[in-house]
């Protein structure tokens, strides 16, 4: 569910950013995009990736074709124990940076389409539809049912293939187009904070059903859609409702942090808490957990002031993206 709804934000995120000043685009503009799309992502994920690297040549070789991490391209490989090889989260990283570099492009093939809230909307439709077919396709030839270790199954196509997921990046530009055309409309704020909080309540009980766990549908369309409600609801009301909870202090650290506790969560947060729970809950086990977790979130949260920060404000000053936008 997290990497869907993160997928679906980028999208919208970096339509709000960047749209005006890629729709006209010129070398500069472009430039300063990718320095500060680079600056964002690359640093800490190198900084991980090289601890794993490190920590993992101490004790057994390296997977064949390890050298594709550093690229962050191995979310291409057919292979999902090479994808999740070194650092499992960093799959997503190579998708994410499939993205970001589509998204020029993206912005010309749909620029008349991202002019008023119902071509927003059309274009949001769009993508839904082609990730329902995607969905639907799988389902439809048996392929649904296909364990995850095989390179035909759904989690390889619908799941983990940078391709397959601008189906979802589209979404969430069809969504920020949208927004763009309605924010500060009247009327707005009636209704904006209960199509959020309907929407975290359906996210919530789509992910508390069993069955649907691992499931074709799961892989995105289960949750893409109501990530793009949920985003674009968020977004109309900041003041108010769930909005005006997720951007108090505490949960905007969080959230500056959740970049570096995503790749660290694996590698560094499982040497703490992993296989606590395997004997299942005990007073012990969660307190060992929550112990974890709190470390976790510390180190995470160091690797933010000490790496990420410091690198990204680095690159910017000595690249040429000092006017780019501040995101």
């Known amino acids: 569910m997290g990497v869907t709804v993160f ?15 890629l729709s006209e685009p ?13 600056a964002r992502i690359y640093p800490v994920y190198l ?19 390890w050298w594709q991490h550093f690229f962050a391209i191995q979310a ?22 499939f993205m970001y570099a589509m998204f020029p492009l993206l912005i010309l093939i749909f620029r008349p389409l991202l002019r008023t809230p119902a071509r927003g909307l059309l274009l949001a439709c769009g993508a839904v539809i082609f990730i329902a077919a995607a969905w639907f396709y799988f389902r439809q030839t048996g392929r649904a049912g296909l364990p995850v270790e095989d390179p035909a199954s759904a989690h390889r196509w619908l799941y ?29 704020h009636k209704w904006a904070p209960w199509v959020a909080t309907l929407s975290s309540i359906l996210i919530i009980a789509l992910m508390a059903t069993p069955k649907l766990f691992r499931s074709a549908i799961s892989w995105d369309l289960l ?87 410091p690198a990204r404000i680095w690159i910017r000053r000595h690249a040429f993206s000092r006017h780019a936008p501040a995101l």
Not at 12 to 17: D, M, Y
Not at 47 to 65: H, I, N, Q
Not at 244 to 256: I, Q
Request: proline share 4%.
């Open 76 to 97: 291409w490989n057919s292979d999902v124990n090479f994808a999740y090889a070194l650092n499992g989260p960093g799959w997503s990283i190579g998708v994410e940076t």
């Open 47 to 65: 900084f991980v990736l090289l601890y794993v690297v490190f920590s993992t040549a101490s004790s057994s070789s390296l997977p064949s074709g």
């Open 160 to 188: 983990r293939m940078p391709a397959m997921r601008l189906g979802d990046f589209v979404l969430g530009i069809g969504a920020s187009a949208a927004f763009l055309g309605l924010r500060g409309r009247a009327g707005v």
């Open 223 to 309: 949750y893409a859609v109501p990530a793009a409600v949920l985003i674009f609801a968020l977004a109309l009301t900041p003041d108010r409702g769930l909005a005006r909870f997720l951007g108090t202090r505490p949960l905007v650290a969080l959230g500056e942090m959740s970049y570096a506790f995503f790749l660290v969560h694996v590698p560094i947060g499982g040497l703490m808490f992993g296989g606590v729970l395997a004997a299942g809950f005990t007073p012990l086990s969660v307190a060992t957990l929550v112990m974890g977790l709190l470390m976790t979130i510390c180190l995470s949260w160091g690797i933010h002031l000490l790496v990420e920060r």
């Open 7 to 21: 997928f679906v934000l980028s999208g919208f995120i970096l339509t709000v950013t960047y749209g005006d000043s």
């Open 26 to 38: 010129t070398w500069s503009r472009v430039g300063n995009y990718a320095v500060a799309r680079f």
